[in-house]
Structures are given as structure tokens and as C-alpha cells.
């Protein structure tokens, strides 16, 4: 059992307060799926996670499984198999896909196996029905929107983490890719059960990936927790609403 804990953090960019006194804990086998309107510290709280150092904690801690993580590397946090699939995933030139993979893979396990990489990663560009030219070609180089989305995915699939983080991995998607993309995530789930956090707008992917939590963000906390159904509420309502009751409630409790 893996357990993510971020513990009443107070996290700024530029002396400006995105996250405050935020709490959440993820364990294995678990799917949340964080939303909430533009602006409210969504992709803030994976980069933080993730150990962006553009991000600073003024207050609070995070842990995995027990271990601070507040002041490791971005690369320390992935060894300890953290893993963010990005918004907006960057192009690089001269390194390509494959090469990419194979020395992750060969820095983190001895008894790495050259044909058993090739094979599970000809599979799971043949089931996210991408151009297997794109393997050889520079990280994301030339690729549309759909296609640096799939290569997160792929990435997932090949490294494996113990944490997933999918940071609006349904933007730029059209139906049947976000189809695939879905269910590609949910059969890694099935066979890792990894912990998994989405941060997304829109029910549609909630169709495919099945949250066992929904939370909803707002003005850099949580204002509201549930389970699936709460996304199609969401999607009925709309945000202000559910924000509406959500304060009414707490000042009922005060």
C-alpha cells in the first residue's frame, strides 16, 4: 500500500498565495479526480507535488509513504515512481522517444531486459493506435495536441509509477481518442492499482476513468468532496452552485 499525503499546504508563485491550508490524501487503488473552475490552483497542486521548483510551500508538508518530500528534486520523486502526465507535455529535440524510455527504465532496474522493453512498448503504441514512426522521432517533436497526450500515456505504461497524475490529459482529444486514452489508463489501473489523481473540467472523462472520489476546488482549497456522481452534478449545476451550498453548509456548521 502507497499513500500520497499533502498536509495543510500554503503554497505561493511570485509572493502570490495559489494553494491554501490543502489537504488530500491518496492511497493505491484509489482514483480522485480534482475540478473546479479555471484558476483555482488545480494544475498548481500536481506541480507541487511533482516538486516544480517554481512552486514554493511556505507551510505544510507532503509525504509518500511516510517520507517528507517537500525538498526533493523533481527526478528524486519520480525514482520513488511519482508520475505527472502534463497539460501542455514539452517538445524535445534530439532526444528521442525510445532513447527517452530505455535509460529511465536501465537507471531504475538492473535486470532491464532489452527485447521484453521493445515488446510492451510495440503493445501499447499498437493499443493507443499511435505511428510507430513516432517512437524514433524527438520527444513530442511534431506532434499534434491528441498525440503528446497518447505519449503521456505510453510513458505511463512503460515507467510503471506508483502515483499517476493526469493534469487535463483530455484536452486537445477528440471522442475516439479520448476513448482510447481512457481506457488505456484503466487497464493500467486494473493491473498496478496504482494511487491516481485527474485534474480535469468535464464529466466526459470521468465516462472512461472511474473516480472513486470527486473533489471540487475553489480559490485554492477544497470546498467540496464526493463520489462519482458529484462530477454530474457538476456538469447539471454548474460550479457556482455547488460553491453556493458548499458555503451555506460550512457557515451552518460554524
Given at each position: ?9 500554503t503554497v ?130 511534431g506532434f ?111
Amino acid at each position: 500500500m502507497n499513500t500520497l499525503k499533502i498536509d495543510k499546504i500554503t503554497v505561493k508563485v511570485n509572493d502570490k498565495i495559489i494553494l491554501k491550508n490543502f489537504s488530500l490524501t491518496i492511497k493505491s487503488g484509489e482514483i480522485h479526480a480534482i475540478m473546479g473552475p479555471n484558476g483555482t490552483g488545480k494544475s498548481t497542486l500536481t506541480k507541487v507535488i511533482m516538486g516544480d521548483p517554481n512552486y514554493q510551500i511556505t507551510k505544510g508538508a507532503i509525504t509518500f509513504n511516510d517520507k517528507k518530500i517537500n525538498d526533493l528534486k523533481v527526478y528524486e520523486r519520480a525514482r520513488l515512481g511519482i508520475f505527472l502526465g502534463m497539460q501542455m507535455p514539452m517538445e524535445i529535440e534530439g532526444v528521442s522517444n525510445a532513447d527517452f524510455l530505455r535509460t529511465a527504465l536501465r537507471s531504475q532496474n538492473e535486470n532491464f531486459k532489452l527485447y521484453s522493453f521493445i515488446k510492451e512498448l510495440d503493445s501499447q503504441i499498437d493499443k493507443l493506435k499511435m505511428d510507430k514512426d513516432m517512437i524514433h522521432r524527438g520527444i513530442n517533436e511534431g506532434f499534434s495536441g491528441g498525440e503528446r497526450k497518447k505519449n503521456e500515456i505510453l510513458q505511463m505504461h512503460l515507467l510503471k509509477p506508483k502515483v499517476v497524475m493526469l493534469d487535463e490529459i483530455d484536452s486537445g482529444l477528440d471522442v475516439d481518442s479520448l476513448k482510447i486514452v481512457g481506457n488505456s489508463v484503466m487497464e493500467y489501473y486494473e493491473k498496478e492499482k496504482p494511487a491516481i489523481l485527474l485534474v480535469t473540467h468535464y464529466q466526459r472523462l470521468l465516462d472512461y476513468i472511474k473516480p472513486n472520489y470527486v473533489h471540487i476546488m475553489s480559490d485554492g482549497k477544497i470546498v467540496k468532496s464526493g463520489d462519482a456522481s458529484l462530477a454530474k452534478q457538476i456538469e447539471k449545476e454548474g460550479y457556482d452552485k455547488i460553491k453556493e451550498t458548499s458555503t451555506k453548509v460550512q457557515e451552518e456548521i460554524k
